[in-house]
């Protein structure tokens, strides 16, 4: 083992990179782009929900205004507009989409009985499922408000607020209430960006290597193959890590994330998925001809682990059988040791990081493995 | 661990699935001359350089190269390989392949790779990237690279393919001087008047050693005037035979 040669590969694979701006911009600026894209697109989707409110029949014995209570409610709460309207404008706001639901409210006094009765009608737009259940889970909330208020009325105790009657207390083991989806996805964005790069980049340069005949000649020096594997790992791990404090610092300088994580552990996790993924482009780059074939093994070996691994959907969400799947993919792991550094502010010591860390280590052995066994391939 | 032989074979053979790509090749190199690899193409010339380079092991035989027998580690710093096609980094300036191939044959050393590149006449191309160059300099390249490290066996797979004919005499000129130095050279060629310049001439076709000698003896045992010719016969009579 010559750390010299060792060297001279990740020197290499420096220049090389330094000459290809084209790469170089890619690796960089993408996963920025996406990062602040994502978070961008997350974030003004959430707050761009209305619902009008149409208050059918006022009780003239009562002060107590059920629509109003309701609009008040879901301004405090924030996550939908909701704006008081007569039902014929309502409904033609609807049709145009300017508002995604409407909800009717009918008080009125029941036969029978002293307290009146409230009827709560939601229409909803409904081409959006999720829209839907966010405005299902915002209208629910507010009219547990305004139920609230109503029975403090009701018990004839008006000075009473709703937050006097039922207190609930809110607190948050991780995150906060201003956690929202971004928090959650930026440390998968760098996890994913990180394996997808690598992979892609360490593939077509071996598969260069292995076609233009330079690692035949590299083959005829005194340099063995795992000098050739650490030199590349280093050389890509090098990029890799650059690119992870990209997306760090964009997500936590413009999105303004949630960052409770140690930057080192950040570090040390990115690397170890370089690690794997450069062993995996080695190896596969052995079974590619050219640089179309190494892009087809985009959606065998990428685009499983992107819906797989946690990046968007958890994996505790899956189905049974699929959760087996994930658990075979090393981004997984990465994921989320990810965020529980990132998020939760774990260290090292903490099981939710180190036992993925095991893993991913595993994992990484078995790639090398793999890789220093075909690297010499083609040239026999 | 000085030797008279550079390179000596007996009874090789390398066999690539059903291809029989070298059939019982002995050969004796002496250190200090150019010996030449002379056949057509698939006559095996490839297989028994990558032989010598330690890339490929055989299927049957002995091999000695600088008196170690292969396949051997210790001596590939000792041996510069230039393939076929120039095997060179693309994106990298001439002078960066050179360094980056001197740093793997740890012999980083800025005088000699400078040396090198006026020996190759590239020393006012040395920052241009490789992709900028055309193929003759690529090919001059690609010699650099396996002379940077000062080798005492020189291996050349068609060296002088798409060179023009005045740097081509000068790369033979420089052949010469290395010789002169002590230094080994094994050359293959199809190309014949290039061939008689070589110490001794190798005969390969189909794998098979049809004849072996400098260019004079081979012309004088076939009786013709040419090498080209003298080839011809040598495998008409190996044709009768098999």
């Known amino acids: 083992m010559s750390w010299a040669r060792i060297a001279a590969i990740f020197l290499r694979i420096v220049q090389q990179f330094r000459r290809d701006r084209r790469t170089l911009a890619l690796m960089f600026t993408v996963p920025v782009l996406v990062t602040l894209l994502v978070g961008y697109v997350v974030r003004s989707s959430e707050a761009s929900l209305s619902v009008a409110v149409v208050e059918e029949t006022v009780d003239p014995t009562s002060s107590f205004s059920p629509g109003g209570e309701l609009l008040t409610a879901l301004d405090q709460a924030g996550s939908v507009r909701a704006e008081g309207l007569p039902r014929a404008e309502a409904e033609e706001r609807l049709d145009n989409g300017d508002v995604q639901g409407i909800v009717y409210l009918n008080y009125a006094a029941q036969a029978g009985t002293a307290v009146p009765k409230l009827d709560v009608e939601l229409v909803l737009e409904g081409t959006n499922p999720q829209d839907s259940g966010a405005i299902v889970r915002a209208v629910q909330r507010g009219l547990l408000q305004v139920a609230v208020t109503g029975l403090g009325i009701s018990l004839g105790l008006p000075e009473l607020s709703p937050q006097e009657l039922v207190a609930v207390q809110v607190s948050y083991v991780y995150g906060g209430p201003e956690f929202d989806f971004v928090d959650y996805e930026a440390p998968a964005l760098i996890g994913f960006f990180a394996f997808f790069f690598v992979f892609l980049l360490t593939a077509v340069s071996f598969l260069r290597e292995r076609s233009s005949g330079t690692l035949e000649r590299l083959m005829a020096a005194p340099i063995n193959r795992s000098e050739v594997v650490l030199g590349y790992m280093l050389g890509f791990g090098f990029f890799a890590l650059i690119q992870s404090l990209a997306i760090l610092m964009a997500a936590v300088l413009i999105l303004r994330i949630h960052y409770e994580g140690h930057l080192l552990l950040v570090f040390l996790i990115a690397g170890l998925i370089t690690v794997g993924s450069v062993n995996l482009g080695i190896f596969l780059s052995t079974f590619a001809r050219n640089e179309l074939q190494v892009i087809q093994f985009v959606p065998l070996v990428i685009v499983p682990q992107g819906l797989l691994s946690g990046v968007i959907w958890s994996v505790d969400s899956l189905p049974g059988w699929l959760q087996v799947i994930s658990h075979c993919l090393p981004l997984t792991y990465a994921i989320d040791a990810l965020r529980n550094t990132m998020i939760k502010g774990q260290g090292l010591a903490d099981s939710g990081v180190y036992a993925n860390v095991l893993v991913m280590l595993a994992f990484a052995a078995f790639f090398v493995v793999l890789a220093s066994r075909t690297v010499r391939q083609q040239v026999d | ?242």
């Not at chain 2, 007996?10 to 001359?33: M, Y």
């Not at chain 2, 400078?114 to 020996?119: I, P, R």
Request: hydrophobic share 40%.
């Open chain 2, 1 to 242: 661990m000085a030797t008279e032989i550079a390179i000596e074979g007996q009874g090789l053979s390398k066999r690539f699935g059903s291809i029989e790509a070298l059939r019982d090749v002995a050969l004796t190199v002496p250190v200090g001359q150019t010996y030449g690899l002379l056949g057509p193409n698939g006559s095996g010339k490839t297989t028994f350089i990558r032989l010598v380079a330690g890339l490929v092991r055989p299927t049957a035989g002995r091999l000695t190269v600088l008196g170690q027998p292969m396949p051997s580690r210790r001596i590939l710093g000792d041996i510069g390989y230039m393939p076929q096609t120039p095997a060179l980094y693309l994106e990298l300036t001439v002078r960066e392949n050179l360094l980056f191939f001197a740093r793997i044959y740890g012999a980083a050393d800025r005088d000699r790779v400078e040396e090198v590149l006026s020996v190759v006449g590239l020393s006012e191309r040395a920052d241009s990237p490789v992709y900028a160059l055309s193929g003759g300099m690529r090919q001059r390249t690609s010699l650099a690279c396996a002379l940077v490290h000062s080798p005492r066996l020189l291996l050349l797979d068609e060296p002088t393919v798409g060179v023009d004919p005045p740097l081509r005499v000068a790369f033979w000129q420089y052949f010469r001087r290395l010789n002169q130095e002590g230094v080994t050279i094994l050359v293959s060629s199809h190309v014949m008047d290039e061939a008689e310049r070589c110490d001794r001439l190798v005969l390969l076709r189909d794998g098979r050693i049809l004849a072996e000698g400098s260019a004079g003896e081979l012309r004088q045992q076939a009786g013709a005037p040419t090498l080209e010719e003298a080839f011809l016969r040598y495998a008409e009579d190996a044709g009768e035979l098999g």
